[in-house]
């Protein structure tokens, strides 16, 4: 049911409209009215103005089988970059970009799927439950647009996130996540007249590193110190140093213990040299989920698989997406693989027989979802 050649030539056609996080607009308006000619009613919120972005999210609504609890279908519309100017080259069954830029498949592949079954639906006159298809912005730069997504214009409270790579897998755990930004103060002083006045900030640094626990904690938990930056002169002592990192945990208790220990380990290495000092800031950049597999939306996932002669495993992610944000908002989502492959570089490529197995999972998803809530 679903269209091999339609669902690629809207791929190819996406992939060709520019989209960077907060330059939504123009693909913002062709999907708007392509779906509007399905006969969805479609609207956007104003999280573009949150975010000093073109445009908010999309939000169309359609209608469904009475008595059926809507479900939610969600991509976000922006790329990373470089991802102006896309030329995607068509090898056989794989598309991936010249090499000049990304190839945008995270996620246009996951917009294109979503088109694709709505289309499908509409054309045939299948039973589906009402569909809030969201697509939106700002996904690549802390999931801003699911962070304002105007949840009272989507009547949907579960459903699928398409945003991931291998179809063989739905992703219903991810980690949360801290950004911890450390300023090691010392004081100046000139290192060869006068080194015994001079605090060495980059040394504290060091001392501080030393000590951390970094990489895979343990088989939930993560942790890296990626940027440090400090000194001004070879004949100067160091009197400021800045140290950027991130800890990540599957486990609430295990991301706070080692955002702790980093923090501790920065508070201890000051405290050894009087007239130090730390200033550590801690943000919180999201959220872990954690969907279980007993509930509705997975229940449907595994049926409608099983239906459609595939497989569909369930798996924790090392990153977040926007079903991080939009579990947390109190929906039920869980994150379907599409395809995409090496995102984030200019490698990136996917196969159509991918995206289009994920389109027929989603179809046969769509109609045992039609049912009335029991
Ligand atoms: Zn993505």
Redesign the pocket.
Same mark, same amino acid.
């Given at each position: 049911m679903i269209d091999r050649d339609r669902l690629t030539r809207h791929f190819l056609e996406l992939v060709q409209i520019d989209s960077v996080a907060r330059h939504e607009g123009q693909i913002a308006r062709k999907l708007a009215d392509d779906l509007r000619a399905l006969g969805a009613e479609v609207e956007f919120d104003d999280a573009g103005s949150k975010v000093d972005g073109e445009v908010g999210n999309l939000i169309a609504r359609f209608a469904g089988a009475a008595g059926a609890p809507p479900l939610l279908l969600c991509a976000?519309m922006d790329t990373v970059e470089p991802g102006i100017g896309v030329k995607p080259v068509v090898d056989g069954d794989v598309i991936r970009s010249d090499g000049t830029t990304v190839l945008g498949g *995270? *996620?246009k592949s996951g917009v294109a799927i979503v088109c694709e079954c709505v289309r499908a639906a509409h054309e045939r006159g299948l039973a589906v439950p009402p569909i809030d298809v969201v697509f939106t912005i700002c @996904? @690549?730069i802390g999931l801003q647009g699911a962070r304002h997504l105007d949840l009272s214009k989507v009547r949907a409270r579960y459903g699928l996130v398409f *945003?991931s790579d291998a179809v063989g897998c739905v992703f219903t755990r991810a980690p949360g996540s801290n950004h911890i930004e450390a300023v090691v103060h010392g004081r100046a002083a000139h290192a060869g007249m006068a080194p015994e006045r001079g605090i060495n900030a980059i040394q504290i640094a060091g001392a501080a590193l030393a000590a951390m626990r970094l990489g895979r904690i343990d088989d939930e938990t993560t942790a890296n110190i990626g940027i440090i930056e400090g000194g001004r002169a070879v004949n100067i002592v160091p009197d400021r140093v800045t140290m950027r990192g991130e800890a990540r945990s599957h486990d609430t208790a295990k991301l706070a213990a080692q955002t702790e220990h980093m923090c501790a380990a920065l508070r201890d290495a000051a405290a050894r040299h009087p007239g130090a000092s730390v200033e550590i800031k801690v943000e919180e950049t999201y959220q872990a989920m954690n969907v279980g597999d007993d509930t509705p939306i997975m229940q449907l996932v595994r049926a409608a698989a099983t239906q459609v002669g595939r497989q569909i495993e369930s798996a924790g992610m090392g990153g977040g997406?926007d079903a991080n944000i939009l579990n947390r908002r109190g929906l039920q989502v869980v994150n379907l693989g599409t395809g995409m492959r090496e995102?984030h570089t200019t490698s990136e490529w996917l196969q159509v027989s991918d995206m289009l197995s994920a389109a027929e999972v989603t179809l046969a998803l769509m109609q045992l979802a039609a049912r009335p809530a029991s």
């Open positions: 976000h *995270d *996620d @996904e @690549e *945003d997406c995102i």
